[in-house]
């Protein structure tokens, strides 16, 4: 055999030159998400937030801080694999490991295997996530709306200021309000929620002032029409069409990150082997 061997083609080191650059941007991202996750876990200021967050007073007002510590370990999860792949990738490059180059690709082929599985399992599943979502919506407005707008009850707010915005009543229509568990406070004889009806004047100020009778038609309440509420339209119909746009947007950066985890895969795949074929050679 020939001393000393060939080198690296053009190729090849085109190769190198991209996993190295790229892999070294993910390695700083990473550890910048990295350093906010535990920041987030160990800062005595969002540690006093949490703190105040458990008081039972706080509690009452239905509002949940405990995900800030969910997000933090999140952060460090995902900041931390990418940390640990774009080290596998950017050294492996940059030192012409193999055993490195092929654990990096071989990471980002199951990767790119699961987004792959996830999607046919959404598309094949979708219509029954339609049906947990609406019975989740359904179970929410029985056993949480409480019916008077502005009341200080979390589910009760959402719902209004959901139908409120989106002019809409109800998961369906207004008859999903026929089923409430709770008590509909000051109900009598209304057929449907305030939030229900079609209000002339949008600025309303939901710090706790209920809307005058002058910006919407008082009827509405017990004989609803489609000229004065919107008893007969559904808000996940309307929530959904939203969805569907920014699904577009979800599907093609997804589409985007299995492009480049494809690339990535390849890439070091290639270098791998080109690697072991200088070595044979030597």
Same mark, same amino acid.
């Given at each position: 055999?020939?001393? %000393? %061997? ?14 190295? !650059? ?21 800062? +005595?200021? *969002? ?9 039972? #007073? ?12 969910? &997000?933090?370990?999140? !952060?460090?999860?995902?900041? %931390? ?5 774009? !080290?596998?990738? &950017? ?5 012409? *490991? ?32 339609? %049906? ?26 959402? /719902? ?6 989106? #002019? ?15 008590? /509909? ?20 100020? /939901? ?12 009827? &509405?309440?017990?004989? +609803?029409? #489609? ?17 569907? *746009? ?37």
């Amino acid at each position: 055999m020939a001393k %000393g %061997g060939p080198k690296l083609g053009c190729g090849a080191k085109l190769v190198r030159f991209t996993l190295v !650059f790229f892999n070294l941007i993910f390695f700083i991202l990473g550890c910048l998400i990295l350093a906010l996750g535990i920041y987030v876990l160990v800062d +005595p200021s *969002v540690k006093q937030l949490q703190a105040i967050a458990n008081t039972k #007073e706080f509690q009452k007002s239905g509002i949940d801080l405990t995900y800030i510590d969910k &997000c933090g370990i999140a !952060f460090c999860i995902f900041g %931390g694999f990418m940390f640990l792949i774009s !080290f596998l990738g &950017c050294c492996g490059a940059l030192k012409k *490991v193999k055993c490195l180059l092929g654990l990096y690709s071989t990471i980002l082929l199951l990767i790119l295997l699961a987004e792959i599985a996830i999607g046919i399992f959404a598309a094949v599943y979708s219509s029954k996530f339609k %049906g947990v979502i609406t019975k989740a919506l359904k179970d929410s407005i029985r056993d949480q709306y409480m019916g008077e707008m502005f009341n200080k009850t979390l589910g009760s707010v959402a /719902w209004d200021a959901v139908m409120f915005n989106f #002019e809409c009543c109800g998961v369906y229509n207004s008859s999903d309000f026929n089923q409430v568990n709770n008590v /509909w406070t000051d109900r009598g004889d209304a057929l449907i929620p305030i939030s229900c009806c079609k209000f002339k004047d949008k600025k309303i100020d /939901w710090s706790g002032t209920l809307p005058s009778n002058s910006s919407f038609d008082f009827n &509405c309440l017990k004989n +609803p029409t #489609e000229n004065n509420s919107n008893f007969g339209i559904g808000c996940y119909d309307k929530i959904m069409g939203i969805v569907n *746009v920014y699904s577009i947007i979800v599907i093609a950066t997804a589409i985007g990150i299995g492009f480049i985890l494809l690339l990535g895969v390849c890439f070091g795949f290639y270098l791998c082997k080109r690697i072991r074929d200088m070595d044979d050679y030597i």
